[in-house]
T-cell receptor, first 115, second 114 residues
Framework: KAGVTQTPRYLIKTRGQQVTLSCSPISGHRSVSWYQQTPGQGLQFLFEYFSETQRNKGNFPGRFSGRQFSNSRSEMNVSTLELGDSALYLC??????????????FGEGSRLTVL | AQSVAQPEDQVNVAEGNPLTVKCTYS??????LFWYVQYPNRGLQFLLKYITGDNLVKGSYGFEAEFNKSQTSFHLKKPSALVSDSALYFC????????????FGTGTRLLVSP
């Protein structure tokens, strides 16, 4: 069974640009969550989608957005990139809403560097 | 709102010795508690969880964790550490009830020396 797939794995952008990251969950999983990981802040929750609806949102500015498609694949977008957006962005999927079981299956992440 | 504290940035232990990685939490209502591990350049892997029942929870790779409601703690333990246990460990908490976000601690780096 294939795991959670995130693309691209690495990318470099410059300030002011935008970026779109993609996440394909494990087959059959309906919930996708996104996290930002930085050395100083640890793992910060961005948002969770379940059956194409955003169920929960973290404390990030409106530049961070996401969506989920009918096949449960998810994308997140960051517009007007800032240096502080450099981070590892992790996607996690679960069969049900993530918090109900807690057992999230993580992808290997997309490492974004903003210059 | 729920929160997690991992008071140690790094824990050093010799191979074969017992290890403990500390975690305390804050949540209104009943908690769900979890431990995840992250190896270099990889995503997080689920280790174990506490939902209800026995306070001692056993998980993958010989790890266990003890839920202590009065101390609001959920420390991760292993009787005998291996060099291969060296990794970054995250404690996480959420509140019972649908669609509550899972909140992670800042992580503790475990270094097991030969």
């Amino acid at each position: 069974k294939a795991g959670v797939t995130q693309t691209p794995r690495y990318l470099i952008k410059t300030r002011g640009q935008q970026v779109t990251l993609s996440c394909s969950p494990i087959s059959g999983h309906r919930s996708v969550s996104w996290y930002q990981q930085t050395p100083g802040q640890g793992l910060q929750f961005l948002f969770e989608y379940f059956s194409e609806t955003q169920r929960n949102k973290g404390n990030f500015p409106g530049r961070f957005s996401g969506r989920q498609f009918s096949n449960s694949r998810s994308e997140m977008n960051v517009s007007t990139l800032e240096l502080g957006d450099s981070a590892l962005y992790l996607c996690a999927s679960s069969l049900f809403a993530g918090s109900d079981t807690g057992e999230l299956f993580f992808g290997e992440g997309s490492r974004l560097t903003v210059l | 709102a729920q929160s997690v504290a991992q008071p140690e940035d790094q824990v050093n232990v010799a191979e074969g010795n017992p290890l403990t990685v500390k975690c305390t939490y804050s949540v209104s209502g009943n908690p769900y508690l979890f431990w995840y591990v992250q190896y270099p350049n990889r995503g997080l892997q689920f280790l174990l969880k506490y939902i209800t029942g026995d306070n001692l929870v056993k998980g993958s790779y010989g790890f266990e964790a003890e839920f202590n409601k009065s101390q609001t703690s959920f420390h991760l333990k292993k009787p005998s550490a291996l060099v291969s246990d060296s990794a970054l460990y995250f404690c996480a908490v959420t509140r019972v009830g649908g669609f509550q976000k899972l909140v992670f601690g800042t992580g503790t780096r475990l270094l097991v020396s030969p």
